[in-house]
């Protein structure tokens, strides 16, 4: 992955996905049962630490402009912890795992790490559809009695997941749209 120096960091991570293959067509089936003709596969980026990090730095800037303040970082298993994990390390706040279901053993948590009652914390994801999963992990985070100060995705795929989001009365940042990708696809 290299980047043309001239090119903004948003559209060197839009160009990231075309060269990283993390953009497939074919048939698909979703985490939200939903059947698709193309497969955003993001883990594809996140595995190359050039993009991770442009994605951390990213989602940061993109915090920061919208005035949004947050105390933790959080993301669920399993495509939103590196994310999650680059962004505590460009922000310097802790790191929470939301686990998809409680541990079995030990102290059964559902959550890695800690938060405390009021701490407000961003969610951040993959990908969105629906925003079931990310909507799961927010119920985890109040059950604690977390605040969410807002939920970042890296992609939306424009299926209903703002709307589920903006209802429940949280602030939602995809980075990308889906649309922007597959009009650049033509």
């Known amino acids: 992955m290299d980047f043309d120096m001239k090119m903004g960091k948003r559209e060197m991570l839009i160009k990231a996905f075309?060269?990283?293959?993390?953009i497939l067509f074919g048939?698909?089936?979703l985490t939200s049962g939903k059947e698709s003709d193309y497969y955003i596969n993001v883990k594809k980026l996140i595995t190359n630490p050039k993009a991770l990090k442009l994605i951390a730095e990213l989602i940061a800037r993109?915090?920061?402009?919208a005035g949004v303040e947050f105390d933790r970082v959080a993301g669920p298993e399993l495509g939103a912890v590196p994310i999650a994990t680059a962004l505590a390390l460009e922000t310097r706040k802790p790191l929470?795992?939301?686990?998809?279901?409680?541990k079995g053993h030990g102290t059964?948590?559902?959550?890695?790490?800690?938060?405390k009652p009021g701490e407000r914390v961003l969610l951040v994801e993959d990908v969105t559809t629906t925003?079931?999963?990310?909507?799961?992990?927010?119920?985890?985070i109040e059950s604690l009695r977390g605040k969410i100060a807002a939920i970042s995705?890296?992609?939306?795929?424009?299926?209903g997941a703002e709307r589920a989001i903006m209802e429940r009365g949280y602030p939602f940042v995809?980075?990308?749209k889906v649309s922007e990708l597959l009009t650049l696809n033509q």
């Open 27 to 29: 048939r698909f089936v």
């Open 108 to 115: 059964g948590s559902q959550i890695e790490g800690e938060i």
């Open 18 to 22: 075309f060269e990283e293959g993390a």
């Open 131 to 140: 925003g079931g999963s990310v909507l799961r992990a927010v119920g985890v």
């Open 153 to 159: 995705v890296v992609v939306d795929r424009e299926e």
């Open 62 to 65: 993109r915090m920061e402009e």
């Open 174 to 176: 995809p980075l990308i």
């Open 96 to 102: 929470v795992i939301v686990r998809k279901k409680p």
